[in-house]
């Protein structure tokens, strides 16, 4: 590899790392804790489909604001699910030609409940899920 390829794969590498530091919505940066209470809640209530993936996980790809008052927060959040509890589908159903049965991308709509302390709870979601209780 010469001199200049290295170069550039050091400044992609570089520029991969910052891109993955910088805030994905930064008009949302002032609520705390909103990742996380979005992906706890899916991970407790959600399934995928037709309720063969009961315990998907998400990897939120990004969130589009659809709302925000004084008192709640909507928004749609896309994301790509995997429920690694199902285990390798490739094992399991080799003529389905590799991947898994039990991940792809989704999307869905959040609401959130906002506090007089400035935190966040997330009061509702669309898409199929368990009953919560």
Not at 91 to 113: E, I, M, N, Y
Request: glycine content about 8%; proline content about 5%.
């Amino acid at each position: 590899m010469g001199k200049n390829a290295t170069r550039a794969l050091i400044m992609a590498a570089a520029l991969a790392v910052v891109a993955a530091c910088a805030p994905r919505n930064p008009e949302l940066s002032a609520y705390r804790g909103l990742e996380f209470a979005i992906e706890s809640y899916y991970e407790r209530y959600a399934f995928e489909r037709n309720a063969t993936c009961l315990r998907p996980e998400m990897a939120i790809a990004s969130i589009h604001t659809l709302e925000d008052t004084p008192e709640r927060l909507v928004l749609e959040v896309n994301y790509f699910w995997e429920d690694r509890a199902f285990g390798n589908d490739s094992q399991k159903h080799p003529w389905r030609g590799g991947g898994s049965w039990c991940s792809g991308f989704d999307s869905r709509v959040f609401t959130l409940a906002k506090r007089p302390d400035g935190s966040l709870s997330v009061i509702s979601m669309t898409g199929p899920q368990r009953v919560q209780g």
